[in-house]
């Protein structure tokens, strides 16, 4: 019996998808068909998706109750995979605690100012709740949709949130995060503080608005070192995670670049390892000591390979996943922009098949 704090008409407190096959597998079982759901599902690679977005910025459209709602949902009715992740972005809360930040085409999210001295830290302010009504209203009008099909909440773990507030915008190496680590460690445990509880309430409002599981996405946690990720990060992703411990929602931890990290991401606190393309699943399992649920992990790049060749991917993927308690078949990063859509659907129908 799991102990929820979750309102008793939520999905997964009701039942409605506690018996789903991505449910049931993050919590250690193995259903009798192989869930999959595939990270970016939801953007740029569905032409649905381009044509709902002419003229709204991609923040807006995060905002917009009805456009993120049917964003999340036009993924699900055309590949049939078995979970819906929320569209959002990691910044989203960013932006919610008053900090100016937009996405720019082409390169990401850029800020207005950059976060690097303990006076910038300083001037950092809580998010307000009430702020996040509309992605909680997003959430809400998504569920009534899926049904059964379960939502993933999603956000960004405190390091990669903190890596783009110091850099200004994406980075190559993190060089200025990573140094503000060691250089200035009170301003950095301050602004991972900051970054844990931001990140950590905007999951939980998405949880308790309905979805039935979250995923932190640490994206640039592979420039870091075992020791450092241990000490100046793990803390803080622990505490992220700890705004949804009552939630008894199952957890997934995702990082790119994260092989040597898998351990120590897996005992922050969550039930599932993302596993990238980097090292074959069962190496993966092996070095999470053959007792932590995995999801991955397709190469995006072979996507657009011949499918002979991808097949033969997935089905290896899918057999190195049995060195685990429990797999959810997802890949080993995001859908691509121009990835044909059909590929993922036909994906979808061969891990159902298998």
Request: proline share 8%.
């Amino acid at each position: 019996m799991i102990t929820t704090a979750l309102p008793a008409t939520h999905p997964l407190a009701s039942g409605l998808t506690a018996g789903s096959s991505l449910v049931r597998a993050l919590r250690g079982d193995r259903p009798e068909t192989l869930p999959v759901w595939f990270m970016r599902q939801a953007g740029r690679s569905l032409p649905e998706y381009r044509k709902l977005r002419v003229g709204t910025k991609m923040l807006d459209a995060c905002l917009d109750p009805e456009l993120s709602s049917e964003i999340t949902l036009q993924p699900v009715r055309r590949h049939g995979v078995d979970a819906g992740i929320f569209f959002s972005d990691i910044v989203v809360p960013v932006k919610l605690a008053g900090v100016g930040v937009e996405i720019v085409p082409g390169r990401g999210p850029v800020l207005n100012e950059p976060i690097r001295t303990a006076a910038d830290v300083a001037k950092l302010r809580p998010i307000d709740p009430d702020s996040l009504a509309p992605v909680a209203e997003g959430v809400a009008r998504t569920v009534a949709e899926l049904g059964a099909t379960p939502l993933i909440g999603f956000a960004g773990a405190p390091f990669t949130l903190a890596a783009y507030l110091v850099e200004g915008g994406p980075s190559k190496d993190h060089i200025r995060a990573r140094t503000l680590m060691h250089a200035e460690p009170e301003t950095w445990r301050a602004l991972m503080e900051w970054a844990a509880d931001t990140t950590g309430e905007f999951l939980r409002a998405q949880i308790m608005a309905g979805a039935s599981a979250g995923q932190l996405f640490d994206s640039w946690v592979g420039s870091l070192s075992l020791a450092d990720y241990v000490e100046h990060v793990a803390p803080w992703s622990a505490r992220a995670l700890s705004h949804i411990d009552d939630l008894g929602v199952p957890r997934i931890h995702f990082g790119v670049g994260s092989g040597e990290l898998l351990a120590a991401m897996r005992d922050v606190g969550t039930d599932a390892v993302g596993v990238d393309w980097r090292i074959p699943l069962d190496e993966a399992s092996r070095r999470l000591g053959g007792r932590t649920v995995v999801q991955g992990n397709i190469n995006p790049a072979l996507l657009q390979a011949p499918w002979p060749v991808l097949e033969a991917h997935v089905r290896d993927v899918v057999e190195r996943g049995r060195a685990a308690p429990a797999h959810v078949l997802n890949l080993g990063h995001g859908v691509s922009p121009d990835t044909d859509p059909a590929v993922l659907t036909r994906i979808v129908e061969l891990a159902h098949e298998l």
